[in-house]
Each structure stands twice: as structure tokens, then as C-alpha cells.
């Protein structure tokens, strides 16, 4: 097997005080936590396009990443190329799982059949690796943005042929994840959505999108896929509005076609941001409907409007995005997917280590710090004392659905003289700080 890092041994962790780069400080992945492995709570995923397709380039200048595959002229040695590098970088790394879409691992061909001939070879190649390491696909999804064919959408372009062509290719991907045992298959609607209505039949392509994703779903039971549907919201990028601008969005939408037992969501940080919402609020939000699947780890530039998919280092961030993951009894079949590129600047294979390390010390310790808050119940106490007055009386009787506004309005002409409480927003804060500056 071809070596690319050759320079870098596996990473381990040496803990907080270690001054080591190329070193967990955090992530311990053996340490057992109630039960668990530190590596078995935090499932974290390696994105196989911004590891290890993405260029650096962006619309000022070309592509800066120093990538020896990058040199190689036959695309499908390129693709095994890619493959290698991909196992190397999570044994050494320690990474269980990795995500991809099915034109990151192989070369589009100039027809549908040889492109999807292409697939499987280098597929085959893929399971080979996975068999030899024990390494596992978190989540395949098909790239159904990229070329031209797609610039008016795929479920929702206005032309039927690339509907079809999204359909086959839909299938393909999910015959391939099914195949190297992915644990759930990803929706994220790269181009559906549309830039002016001046030219755009919404109405239709909505209910194209819901027809799309209804032959997906009896595509899952046909062929007896047993992982997860997931759909990812984005509120824009590429188009001005994209269809599944945020969670409750799509909530709403597959609950309108009857499609909410069969999808759940990815929910991602820089999506979340884009959309006007906290990372936290949308996870918040899938857990409580019962709808979180996997989470898209990563962080947006709060000084910058667009995806600059960057590796997550806030510390506050994580801890609460942890606070969910545990509320929501664990990850279940999700992981933390580090949907994550290193800076154009940061261009040295390198930096790709650097990375991944800064990422995934970020979400242990805000792990560690989220079991501590919810072991004390600090906030859990909060909210509970916050919401009391629903507990007996009058509350009780509105939650137990036993009275209507008539009733209310004689209740609250005997009880008009009312008595709030604060909210303590930054007496919570701080103690928040208390537990990730201290535990
Ligand atoms: C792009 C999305 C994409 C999905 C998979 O913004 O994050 O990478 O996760 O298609
Ligand atoms: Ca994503
Ligand atoms: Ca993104």
C-alpha cells in the first residue's frame, strides 16, 4: 500500500499539558466513559471531499493544496491514490468512519454506464480496504451539484431528463453504501432550490422533490438498506434559496408529503449559522422531534456570509452540541462528521493532521464538559424550576388540555395580580463558563 505521510507516526494522546502538535490533548479514544469508549461516544467521521479532493482553490486564485496524488495523470490511479491516503490518514488518526459522494472517489466517465463501471471498481477497491482495517462508511450521498447538467437543479430542474439522471444516480450511490455497509445515506440538495421566481415553477419543483425522495425512500425498503435517510438543511449556497433552508423547514415539508418516519436529519454548524441559528438550536430542534440522525462538524466565520466550512475549535460551541448528543442518548447510528477543510494558507499535508487534531480535542473536552453539566443538572434544575407553574394548578390543567379560553378568562380575572421571575440568562452563562474554564 502506497505511504503518503511517511513522516507522521500515529497520533496519540498525550494529555493537556503536552506541547506536541501532532498530539491529542483531549481526545483520549481509549478512555471508557460510562460504559463507553471516548472514540465510541464521538463516532467521528473523515470527509473524503475537503480531505482529500479539495483543491484550496476559490474564486480568486487556483488550488494551493499540496496533495502528491494531485500529480498523478491517470484519474482512476489518482482514485486508488485517494483511497490510500484516506485509510492511512484514519488509522493514523484514529478515526473509525468516513463519508463521501460518489463522484469524490471516482472519475465522471463520458457516459452514465462507464462512470458508474468506474464507481465499482474503485469501490471494490474501497471494500478491500475497509475489510483489511476494520474502518467503516458512516454515510455515502451522491454529487448532485457539480457538473452543468445540474446548474437548474436535479430533483428540481426543470428538465425531466435530469431528474431521471438524479434518479440513477440517487440509486447507485445507495446500492453503494448499501454495499460497503454505510450506516446512513445523506440528502443534501446542493442545487435544489432556485434564483428568481421570475423563471421558476416552485409549486412544481417542490412536489418533484417530495416524488424524488419518495421513490428514494421505497428504493431503502426495496432493497433492504437498513441505515438511515438523512436530509441536510442549508438556508443558501449554491443557490440564493435552497428548498431545505433549515431544520424545522424540512421538518414541515416531509410532514406535508407524509415522509416523516423515513427521513431524518444531518444537521451542520455552518448551515445552522447561515440560516440565522445557533448550532445548538437546530440540533435542539431535530432531537426533540426525534429527528436527529447525524451532525456535520465544522464551524462558519461569524465576520463572513458565506460556507467557509472550517474546523471547529470553539470550545462553547462544542460543549453544547454535546449537551444535545447526550440528551439525545448518544449519536445512535449519527457520528460527528468533519464536513471541514484546513485554511487555503494551511496548503502542507501537514496541516491536514493539524486539523483533524484541533477538531476532534474541541469535541472531546466539550464532551467531557457537557457530561459534567448534565451529571450535576445545573441547567436541567433551571429549567425545571422555570417552568414549575405548569406542574400544578392552573398550569396542569392548560398542559392536561382540561380547559378553554372561557375557563382561562375566569381564572384570570380572580388571578390578574401576576408575579414573574427572572430569566438568570447570565447567571447561566456564567456558570457555563465555570464549567468549561474548570472541569
Ligand atoms: C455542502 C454540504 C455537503 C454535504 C454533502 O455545503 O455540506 O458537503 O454535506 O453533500
Ligand atoms: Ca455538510
Ligand atoms: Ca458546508
Redesign the pocket.
Known amino acids: 500500500m502506497k505511504q503518503f505521510f511517511e513522516s507522521i507516526s500515529k497520533i496519540k494522546y498525550e494529555g493537556p499539558s503536552s506541547t506536541n502538535p501532532f498530539s491529542f490533548k483531549y481526545y483520549n479514544p481509549d478512555e471508557m466513559i460510562n460504559g463507553k469508549t471516548m472514540k465510541e461516544h464521538l463516532r467521528f467521521a473523515l470527509t473524503y ?1 475537503h480531505t482529500l479532493c479539495g483543491t484550496g482553490g476559490d474564486p480568486f486564485g487556483d488550488g494551493t493544496m499540496q496533495r502528491p496524488w494531485f500529480d498523478m495523470a491517470d484519474p482512476m490511479e489518482q482514485a486508488k491514490a485517494k483511497v490510500d491516503a484516506c485509510f492511512e490518514l484514519m488509522e493514523k488518526l484514529d478515526i473509525d468512519y468516513f463519508t463521501f ?1 460518489d463522484r469524490d472517489v471516482s472519475p465522471e466517465g463520458k457516459t452514465l454506464a462507464e462512470t458508474n463501471a468506474m464507481l465499482d471498481e474503485v469501490v471494490d477497491y474501497i471494500e478491500k480496504r475497509m475489510k483489511e482495517t476494520g474502518k467503516k462508511l458512516l454515510w455515502g ?1 451522491a454529487c448532485l451539484f457539480k457538473h452543468p447538467r445540474f446548474m437548474h437543479g436535479a430533483a428540481t430542474s426543470c428538465e425531466a431528463d435530469v431528474f431521471a439522471y438524479a434518479a440513477a444516480q440517487v440509486k447507485k450511490a445507495m446500492d453503494v453504501t448499501k454495499r460497503l455497509g454505510g450506516e446512513n445515506y ?1 440528502f ?1 440538495g ?1 442545487r435544489e432550490g432556485y434564483e428568481t421566481l421570475l423563471n421558476t415553477d416552485m409549486k412544481l419543483e417542490e412536489e418533484n422533490f417530495a416524488r424524488f425522495l419518495k421513490m428514494a425512500a421505497d428504493y431503502k425498503k426495496k432493497i433492504a438498506f437498513t441505515g438511515e435517510l438523512l436530509i ?1 438543511p ?1 438556508p443558501k449556497e449554491p443557490t440564493k434559496h435552497q428548498y431545505d433552508t433549515d431544520a424545522a423547514t424540512v421538518l414541515g415539508f416531509l410532514r406535508k408529503y407524509g415522509l416523516e418516519k423515513e427521513f431524518k436529519l ?1 444537521i ?1 454548524a455552518n ?1 445552522a449559522t447561515l440560516a440565522g441559528h445557533t448550532f445548538q438550536h437546530e440540533i435542539h430542534l431535530a432531537r426533540i422531534n426525534g429527528a436527529l440522525g447525524s451532525i ?1 462538524a465544522n464551524i462558519g466565520d461569524p465576520n463572513l456570509g458565506w ?1 467557509t466550512d472550517q474546523f471547529p475549535t470553539n470550545i462553547y460551541d462544542t460543549t453544547l452540541v454535546m449537551y444535545e448528543v447526550i440528551k439525545n442518548g448518544g449519536l445512535h447510528k449519527g457520528g460527528l462528521n468533519f ?1 471541514a477543510k484546513p485554511r487555503r494558507a494551511s496548503f502542507e499535508p501537514e496541516d491536514i493532521f493539524l486539523s483533524y487534531i484541533a477538531g476532534m480535542d474541541t469535541f472531546a473536552k466539550g464532551f467531557k464538559v457537557a457530561l459534567k453539566l448534565i451529571e450535576d443538572g445545573v441547567l436541567e434544575k433551571f429549567v425545571e424550576e422555570r417552568y414549575s407553574s405548569y406542574k400544578q394548578g392552573i398550569g396542569k390543567e392548560i398542559v392536561s388540555g382540561n380547559v378553554d379560553f372561557e375557563a382561562l378568562e375566569k381564572y384570570a380575572l380572580e388571578n390578574d395580580q401576576i408575579k414573574v421571575k427572572s430569566g438568570r440568562q447570565e447567571m447561566l452563562e456564567s456558570i457555563l463558563n465555570q464549567y468549561i474554564l474548570s472541569k
Open positions: 471531499w459522494h450521498t445523506v443534501w446542493g441536510e442549508k444531518n451542520e448551515h456535520d460556507d464536513d
